[in-house]
């Protein structure tokens, strides 16, 4: 589709008030991780009316399906409740990949995930954060191979964040 601008993909959620946690690489980022990523990972509420307002906010994105050797991606209709039955999307939209995780590993409660969460301004878009310990600790159940080969560096940074150094 185009090149990514995580901004505008936030940007879309909140203009459409979808309540959501920003988690994965680009929230750790934003903590300070040099890791680079190149989508954007959330846990939304799964209340009713929040998935129709993640709907509209994925028609306005022109959300596709992201699958191998498809560049633009597959057209996928969704509503509340066909969003409601999907536990991971991976999507592809105008302004780069987004992930939508409704029961992330370790953690699997958007509540959960935002009672820890920081509200933040990131790229010029407010967007709630998800705190870093969290992230660790998700990322650590998933048990991917690329999640264990960042977890050490995310492990540091979390060290040197609660003994007070900077991020970087």
């Not at 307002?53 to 994925?58: D, F, Q, V, Y």
């Not at 969460?117 to 967007?127: D, E, F, H, R, Y």
């Amino acid at each position: 589709m185009s090149e990514f601008e995580p901004e505008k993909i936030l940007d879309a959620l909140n203009q459409h008030g979808v309540r959501y946690v920003l988690i994965g690489g680009l929230a750790a980022a934003m903590h300070g991780s040099v890791t680079p990523t190149f989508d954007v990972d959330i846990i939304p509420s799964t209340t009713e009316d929040n998935l129709d307002r993640l709907s509209a906010a994925l028609t306005a994105l022109d959300a596709r399906v992201r699958v191998d050797g498809i560049p633009d991606g597959l057209p996928f209709a969704h509503d509340a409740t066909s969003l409601a039955g999907m536990g991971m999307l991976n999507l592809v939209t105008r302004y780069g990949d987004l992930d939508i995780a409704s029961q992330p590993a370790g953690i699997t409660r958007y509540e959960d995930w935002a009672s820890n969460a920081s509200n933040i301004v990131a790229l010029g878009v407010a967007v709630q954060v998800a705190d870093l310990g969290d992230i660790v600790r998700s990322k650590e159940a998933a048990g991917r191979d690329k999640d264990k080969a960042q977890l050490p560096l995310l492990r540091a940074l979390k060290e040197r964040l609660e003994r007070g150094g900077s991020a970087v």
